[in-house]
Every structure is written in structure tokens, then in C-alpha cells.
């Protein structure tokens, strides 16, 4: 037996496993929707490699590291060389992408990515975020029309 806490929400008191950083409604959530386990399939890493090299996003993200994907697409002729664990993420998954799933090989190159990734912290909260808009209405007002 697992052992609980109580969480509480708009619906009431929850039991929620000690275990898990979550409230009422996510344990809610995965009680009534039978969604959110599934794991990326390893194919998809293997035929896309989008969020591990610059700019590490597909053409409608955020884009960040443009300018190191112009010194990797131009061999260093324009653009800014990225830092060490960019190239060296890089060439990880350049490797991974080699390997068979599953293999030894595969899980190490892969959690070298995942640990590079983690300690980069390259997408934190709203660091590629658009600059938010401020409007002014500078209109005299229709009650100051007369």
C-alpha cells in the first residue's frame, strides 16, 4: 500500500501519493484521464533532432542559437561558435542517431544528452518569451470630447 496525504481542491479532500510533488487536481486529472505516460518514442529522436541542436526549435519555435546554427551550416565562416556543450551536444546526437535503440551505447549518449540539456537550462521560464506590448491609449477620452 502506498502511503497518501490529503489534497484538497474545488471538488474536495483527494488522496495523493506521498511520493509526488502534485495537489488534488493533478491527481484528479490522471484518475480521470487516462493520458500523459506516454514517453516520446525513441524514433522520434532518432529521425528529428529539433530541440537538441541550434536552433533548437523546429522553424515556428522560439529559435534560440541562431547564430551558432550559422557557424555550423558555414563551418565557422559567419555567425558565433557555439560553446563546448553545444558542440558537444551536438555530436551526441549525431550519435545517438546512429545507434541502435535500446543498445548500451544508445542509453549512455542518452542520458549524456539529457544531463547536458538539464544543466544548461537553456528554455527557463520566460527567457524566449516575445517582449510583452504595452498599449497606450493617448486618444482624448469620449467623456473628455465634450
Same mark, same amino acid.
Given at each position: 500500500m502506498t502511503a497518501t496525504r490529503t489534497e484538497t481542491d474545488s471538488f474536495g479532500p483527494l488522496e495523493v501519493p506521498t511520493d509526488k510533488y502534485w495537489g488534488a487536481q493533478t491527481q484528479r486529472?490522471?484518475?480521470?484521464?487516462?493520458?500523459?505516460?506516454?514517453?516520446? +518514442? &525513441?524514433?522520434? &529522436?532518432?529521425?528529428?533532432?529539433?530541440?537538441?541542436? +541550434?536552433?533548437?526549435?523546429?522553424?515556428?519555435?522560439?529559435?534560440?542559437?541562431?547564430?551558432?546554427?550559422?557557424?555550423?551550416?558555414?563551418?565557422?565562416?559567419?555567425?558565433?561558435?557555439?560553446?563546448?556543450?553545444?558542440?558537444?551536444?551536438?555530436?551526441?546526437?549525431?550519435?545517438?542517431?546512429? =545507434?541502435?535503440?535500446?543498445?548500451?551505447?544508445?542509453? =549512455?549518449?542518452?542520458?549524456?544528452?539529457?544531463?547536458?540539456?538539464?544543466?544548461?537550462?537553456?528554455?527557463?521560464?520566460?527567457?524566449?518569451?516575445?517582449? +510583452?506590448?504595452?498599449?497606450?491609449?493617448?486618444?482624448?477620452?469620449?467623456?473628455?470630447?465634450?
Open positions: 486529472s490522471i484518475l480521470n484521464f487516462h493520458i500523459g505516460w506516454e514517453r516520446q +518514442p &525513441v524514433a522520434i &529522436v532518432l529521425g528529428n533532432n529539433e530541440l537538441w541542436v +541550434p536552433p533548437y526549435e523546429n522553424y515556428f519555435g522560439s529559435r534560440n542559437g541562431m547564430l551558432w546554427l550559422k557557424w555550423q551550416e558555414t563551418n565557422g565562416a559567419e555567425g558565433i561558435e557555439p560553446p563546448k556543450w553545444a558542440q558537444d551536444l551536438m555530436a551526441d546526437v549525431e550519435a545517438f542517431q546512429q =545507434q541502435s535503440p535500446g543498445s548500451a551505447e544508445a542509453g =549512455q549518449i542518452g542520458a549524456r544528452m539529457a544531463a547536458t540539456m538539464a544543466e544548461q537550462l537553456m528554455f527557463i521560464g520566460t527567457v524566449s518569451a516575445p517582449n +510583452p506590448i504595452c498599449l497606450l491609449y493617448t486618444s482624448p477620452s469620449p467623456r473628455d470630447r465634450g
